[in-house]
């Protein structure tokens, strides 16, 4: 029979009693200690263990299904790294987002978190590449589990010269580092930026009416191309290069893939003076792109700098992916290429 508390029926629950709810163990004018309160002071590492570790350690128990699970993933995590590269020009604290993944066996019933976690405390400073396989490594050691992957983000700041002026401007490049540890290791990293690019078609109509109000001939408006800005739309547009080979030794730099955006594509700048957007606003219209020309240009571009420097292409994959934010359309537009950079050299 179940009664209201107070009850006759229910006397455990009255007060009084010595139940529960009963004050009766305290002394007079002392707070009794409710049971929330307990348990926040209780230490339960002191108490002796009963069980067994294995009872204890649940993600090491066998699973009710066993079926071997490819990736278990941490992500929309942010941690602070000490990233030291060339591109930085030294030493600085980045706060990194960062995503792991690790195999899990069909014997196992879930990864440990807190050995991730603490493989995330990374502590030494070093390039971004070399932090990330560190990390990677250790969560592979540390979990027991045949492969391990770890991918690093981070909000790059620069200080670029603005073309005229020559000021300091405050930019920022956005960096990414992936490692994979385990029999098919492999390592890569990326540069993106943000670039703008204007449209080759409306050039030809621009020109088109320039020769006509000018009275120019044809060969005369053609001579234009190349040495004046031609009308045209143009847009902001971005373009991420990356690299991927089997070792870190191999791995080209970051320094070298912003090199190769900035030589391939014109980048923005937050700082511009009236002559340096003049120049940029020029140096797009004389220089007009597709966002496929863009990624073309890009990666042969990379693949010719990796020989001219005496780099390996036979280990390097390129990947580039260009978004263009049309200005003109209500959508946008992106073109993506990878291919081993050898064979790039061989489409050139």
């Known amino acids: 029979m179940v009664t209201s508390a107070g009850s006759p029926g229910n006397p455990a629950l009255t007060a009084g009693s010595g139940s529960l709810g009963s ?13 929330s309160e307990r348990n926040l002071v209780r230490n339960v590492a002191a108490s002796p263990q009963v069980y067994t570790d294995s009872f204890y350690d649940v993600p090491g128990q066998r699973p009710s299904v066993r079926i071997a699970l490819p990736a278990v993933r941490v992500h929309r995590q942010h941690i602070p790294l000490q990233v030291n ?21 069909a014997h196992q019933r879930g990864i440990h978190m807190s050995r991730i976690e ?25 979990q027991e589990q045949e492969r391990a992957r770890v991918h690093l983000r981070a909000l790059a700041p620069m200080r670029t010269s603005t073309p005229v ?17 385990g029999p098919r290791p492999s390592i890569s990293q990326s540069v993106s930026a943000t670039n703008m690019t204007a449209c080759p078609c409306m050039q030809g109509y621009a020109l088109t009416e320039l020769v006509d109000e000018l009275g120019l001939t044809a060969d005369e408006g053609l001579r234009l191309l190349g040495r004046v800005p031609i009308a045209t739309h143009s847009q902001k547009g971005r373009v991420t ?18 090199e190769t955006v900035a030589a391939h594509t014109v980048l923005t700048q937050e700082l511009l ?3 340096d957007e003049y120049e940029i606003v020029r140096r797009t219209h004389l220089r007009p792109q597709f966002v496929e020309d863009v990624t073309r240009d890009t990666a042969a ?19 580039v992916t260009a978004d263009s934010y049309e200005s003109i359309h209500g959508h946008d537009i992106q073109a993506t290429v990878e291919a081993p950079a050898d064979r790039l050299l061989g489409d050139v």
């Open 301 to 319: 571009g990379l693949a010719r700098r990796l020989l001219a420097d005496g780099h390996d292409v036979g280990g390097v994959t390129v990947q």
């Open 241 to 258: 290069l990356s690299v991927r080979t089997a070792t870190r030794a191999a791995l080209p730099g970051l320094r070298l893939l912003y």
């Open 118 to 142: 603490q493989a995330f405390q990374h502590d030494a400073p070093g390039p971004l590449a070399d932090i990330a396989l560190a990390i990677a490594e250790r969560i592979r050691r540390t």
């Open 273 to 275: 003076k009236r002559p």
């Open 165 to 181: 002026t020559t000021l300091a401007s405050p930019d920022a490049v956005e960096i990414t580092a992936t490692a994979v540890a």
């Open 23 to 35: 004050n009766s163990n305290c002394s007079p004018g002392t707070k009794p200690l409710d049971l």
């Open 85 to 105: 590269e060339d591109l930085l020009g030294g030493t600085a604290q980045l706060m990194c987002e960062v995503e792991a993944e690790v195999s899990l066996a």
